[in-house]
């Protein structure tokens, strides 16, 4: 589908909206534009209370004042569906984190919502519990922005990398929720640190929820209360799992690839934990999404992602970036993919630690095939995966 086609779909269309900074929104916001959609921006601020009566009657009244035909935003908001349901308005969210506590409120299944969510598994869960509100739809690349002068010789030199990776660590403090866990019972922790271990062994599948007995949420409840939102439908093993433990696994890995590449290949990483170090890893901080993740992508001969354990099955807007920018990706296993691309054709996977360390020495002897794949990626972006594909289905044109 090209450019032409879309507007098509959607010129004219009158869109709200929600205008907050999140990865994916400049790209989203210039696609619908380019395409002819009459779009109206409303400040937005994601931390806004599910229940805030001020913003409820101001949102309502930029509704009623630019009579939309949609609502969207960038994950899920039930304050926002709340007004969208009493106006009915049709409210279009796009989600692309997970976990996203908000999707278990009881106003996910009004029927104005038609939230987009870019885990199947997730959908999957949701669909099976009777929400007909919910449906699956990838992420995607803006290969137009990505696609920047890679030429330039100084940038060129600066971004160049054998083996590159761009993401948390989850070693903030802000991410450190298991670690504020104190006074647990020995057995508690044991049994914790165990099921972490053996979590962090597994891909493709996730069950750390599923482990947690009453007696553990018990201890962890007494240790470290986490109650759920007397709105929502979010179990306590759902918010220890995902935002304790998972965090934890995904610190974990990625510690111990990023100890383990670096013993054998350079490693440039950009990362917001600036105090890390380890052998043979160069951490530049964090990488400005918009300005340099696009050169250090093209310019890395691989491009390392290593999946949040939360998300279940889903490929993350990383490896969508990657390809988009000419990039090649190495990546963990995730189910998701096999929707949208073929390994070792489009991308290539690892299966654990000797896979990965394996697969790195392989491409980075064998130039022409990691370029050849690299390519084929790419060009299945601009075919399947770009905003401009993404718009018809979100907006149902």
């Known amino acids: 589908m090209d450019c032409e086609n879309t507007c098509n779909c959607i010129q004219n269309i009158r869109i709200l909206y929600m205008d907050w900074s999140c990865y994916g929104g400049k790209d989203m916001k210039q696609t619908l534009l380019a395409c002819g959609a009459k ?13 805030a009566p001020a913003f409820e009657e101001d949102f309502g009244s930029a509704i009623r ?11 899920y908001f039930p304050v926002i569906s709340k007004v969208c349901n009493a106006l009915e308005v049709t409210y ?30 997730e959908y999957l869960f949701f669909q099976g519990n009777g929400i007909p509100t919910v449906h699956y739809l990838p992420l995607a690349a803006a290969p137009g922005r990505l696609k920047t002068d890679f030429s330039q010789a100084p940038v060129s030199h600066k971004y160049a990398a054998d083996v590159s990776f761009v993401g948390s660590l989850y070693t903030e403090p802000k991410h450190r929720l298991y670690e504020r866990v104190k006074n647990l ?7 914790l640190d165990a099921i972490m271990q053996a979590q962090k062994q597994v891909y493709g599948a996730s069950f750390l929820e599923d482990l947690l007995t009453e007696e553990i949420l018990s201890d962890l409840r007494k240790a470290y209360p986490c109650p759920p939102n007397s709105d929502g439908v979010e179990t306590e093993s759902y918010l220890y799992s995902n935002y304790f433990l998972l965090r934890h696994v995904t610190a974990m890995e990625r510690a ?18 600036t105090s890390y170090t380890c052998p043979g890893c160069v951490n530049h901080g964090p990488a400005d999404y918009y300005r340099e993740s696009p050169y250090i992508f093209r310019h890395s001969r691989i491009n390392l992602n290593i999946t949040l354990r939360s998300i279940k099955s ?43 360390m394996a697969k790195i020495e ?36």
């Open 256 to 273: 111990e690839l990023i100890r383990e590449i670096g013993k054998n290949y350079p490693l440039q990483l950009y990362t917001n934990d």
């Open 39 to 51: 779009v109206s921006f409303y400040p937005f601020n994601p931390r806004t209370d599910r229940n």
């Open 185 to 191: 019972p020995d057995r508690t922790r044991g049994y």
């Open 314 to 356: 889903g490929i993350p807007l990383r490896a969508f970036d990657i390809m988009g920018s000419q990039g090649f990706l190495l990546t963990n296993y995730q189910e998701d993919f096999a929707d949208c691309f073929t390994p070792g054709q489009d991308y290539v996977y690892y299966s654990d630690v000797e896979d990965l």
């Open 92 to 121: 279009v969210s796009w989600v692309y984190d997970n976990p996203l506590v908000s999707l278990y409120s009881y106003t996910l299944a009004n029927s104005c919502n038609r939230v987009f969510l870019f885990d199947r598994q």
């Open 65 to 75: 004042s630019f009579s939309p035909q949609f609502v969207f935003s960038f994950n």
């Open 362 to 397: 392989y491409f980075l002897c064998h130039e022409k095939e990691r370029a050849e794949i690299a390519r084929t990626g790419y060009e299945e972006i601009l075919r399947h995966h770009t905003y401009e594909h993404r718009i018809p289905v979100l907006f149902g044109a």
